[in-house]
């Protein structure tokens, strides 16, 4: 071992990484490597810490959940989605859903309803959260010939009790037309604007909770043919109504089942987006079509994040309904 350090010369490496040096009286000693840093620079480093918790520190939470794309409540650990402060979309925190559903779905599939069995929708479609539209599934409706706004005007001022009606299934949402504080306003529109004349335009949507509406709309339709005849009867339909325009915004629901949407008059355009925490699954591509008279569209919609936009020169109305 002697032999060894006297064939070093002083401050020499040695393969520990320790450095050789001699003493006065000629014996070498080995110390490891020390960095040193100066005080300025620790105290500028915790300086900029400090100053970087204090400018970052309430904003870090908005900084990551602009990253991720969706709010993430901590303490309740689910994702929260919110009005946006102009009175339409709905408060709640979500679970985020399982990406393996939107990864291997790029389009949104069709048939004409001749092509579509009970079976085949039931294997591929009714519980799978992958969206379809049915074309020409309700031509023999008779909502198709009878149901429009005015039908629905008339029903709901036959009784001025109905209106009056509340209860926990019931639900009215304006969307951008802020001129509407409740569901008795839309029935109070002048006939210009119903015709779409003139003034602004305007959309709406609402639970039909009202029983003797909903009792003489159920006369109009019936199950769609693809839907197994064992689920669970409609029991309270929506109806979304509105002019040419924008319809809903990008939003995701929070309802019990996937529903089926029956376009009964008008053209309505449909955007499909991936819920935001499975960018990195499905990407955020959206996809789109356009559903007209006669026409179902089936959506998850706890699933989906969806838009609606009402083309063409007419007004839109729709009959919605849960499945089970
Ligand atoms: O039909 C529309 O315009 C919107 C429908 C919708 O948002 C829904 O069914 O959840």
Partial sequence: MSELRKRKSSGEREENGGINHTNKNGDFRTRSEITVVSLPSVISLLLGICIGGI????????????????????????????????????????????????????????????????????????????????????????????????WLKNQYLSDPEILDYNSDECWFNRYKTMEFRNLAAVFKLPDYRVRQEAGKGWYVGWAVCHKPVAEQLFTMFERPAFIHPESTPPSKPWIFIGTPGPGAHSHIDNVDLSSWQAQIIGVKKWTLTPPPECYWTCGNKQMETTVYPGDIIVINTNYWFHATQIIGDQLSLVITNEYD
Wanted: glycine share 6%; charged share 25%; with cysteine.
């Fill in 55 to 150: 400018i970052v520190g309430p904003w870090w939470k908005d900084i990551l959940d602009t990253v991720r794309g969706y709010r993430w409540d901590y303490k309740n650990r689910c994702i929260m989605e919110s009005p946006n402060g102009d009175g339409y979309g709905v408060d709640f925190c979500r679970l985020p859903v399982d990406c393996n559903t939107c990864s291997g779905i790029r389009e949104i599939d069709e048939f004409h309803v001749n092509d579509l069995s009970i079976e085949l929708f039931a294997e591929k479609y009714a519980y799978s959260s992958r969206p379809l539209v049915v074309r020409n599934a309700t031509l023999h409706w008779k909502a198709m010939q009878d149901l429009d706004y005015y």
